[in-house]
């Protein structure tokens, strides 16, 4: 297990606030990565990867447990996946993913701190680092991410040690964020990327890294914008960067394999066994 995957997969739901309403499907799209993530590591698979999901309502300590935890494992790869709403501190430098029971006034300091998140996954014992997100953010929050230079909440999407992949979208509490996509949700980061690792990719390598994936995933994002652009109005795709040794499988270059020869049913089978993606191991 020692040149393996670490997964920490953390989907949560801020509780019945409406002003948190936007990590409603949180644990949902949580749910999924678990799922799917784990058989899709190219020369690793399930068996190779360790799989830590945190409980929805979990307070952001046993988040917080979770990633250190997952990042003092020796192995080759540490992923962490944060699903749900993200809150900025009153000076709009620091965020947080807010966590359940919070109310307006204590979100983010009863929240996971981006900055703990990242802080762990830097100082890990994994060669490798990647950050996954699918999140939302109210108005002032998204004000405090459009900022940039030193200190301030938008420098933290762009940590160079760290890379990210994923989405963050704009949300407006009540009746005028019946139309927002949710993290989790029909048309969210975590359902358009877990739909592409079970399709696959024709024409593609039958091992890719995340950078090969993305115009994919963006594609299936808000109706399909292309890769690098912002999504729906209010919405910022973070984009992985070059490099890094992370491989998934390419289950549409297995079929196109298995298409073009002549092979027993029963032999069909068991090498389509061998390239689906089984259910993730407990935590």
């Known amino acids: 297990m020692a040149g393996g995957v670490d997964l920490v997969v953390i989907g949560a739901d801020g509780g019945p606030d409406r002003a948190f309403g936007g990590s409603a499907h949180a644990p949902a ?6 799922e799917v993530l784990p058989g899709m590591c190219f020369d690793t698979g399930a068996a190779g990867c360790r799989v830590s999901a945190v409980a929805p309502d979990a307070d952001a300590n046993a988040m917080l447990t979770a990633v250190r935890d997952a990042a003092q494992r020796p192995g080759r790869w540490l992923v962490v996946c944060l699903v749900g709403q993200l809150v900025a501190d009153p000076r709009g430098r620091r965020l947080a993913l807010v966590a359940g029971g919070s109310t307006p006034d204590n979100a983010y300091r009863r929240g996971l701190a981006w900055d703990w998140v990242v802080s762990a996954m830097v100082h890990g ?9 699918d999140a939302v953010a109210d108005r002032d929050t998204w004000t405090a991410l459009e900022r940039t230079g030193e200190d301030s909440a938008g420098e933290l999407l762009s940590y160079s040690r760290v890379p990210l992949w994923g989405r963050i979208g704009r949300y407006a509490p009540g009746r005028r964020g019946r139309d927002a996509v949710l993290p989790g949700d029909e048309g969210s980061f975590s359902r358009a990327l877990t739909t592409v690792l079970r399709h696959g990719v024709p024409g593609a390598p039958a091992a890719v890294a995340p950078l090969d994936l993305q115009p994919a995933v963006a594609g299936l994002l808000d109706g ?26 390419n289950r549409a270059a297995v079929r196109g394999a298995l298409a073009g020869l002549s092979l027993s049913e029963e032999l069909l089978a068991v090498l389509w066994r061998e390239s689906a993606p089984t259910e993730p191991p407990s935590a």
């Open 125 to 133: 014992d994994q060669e490798e680092a990647l950050l996954l997100v």
């Open 29 to 34: 799209g949580a749910r999924l990565l678990a």
């Open 224 to 249: 399909g914008d292309p890769s690098g652009s912002s999504g729906a109005p209010g919405a910022r795709l973070l984009v992985p960067p070059h490099g890094g040794r992370l491989l998934l499988r």
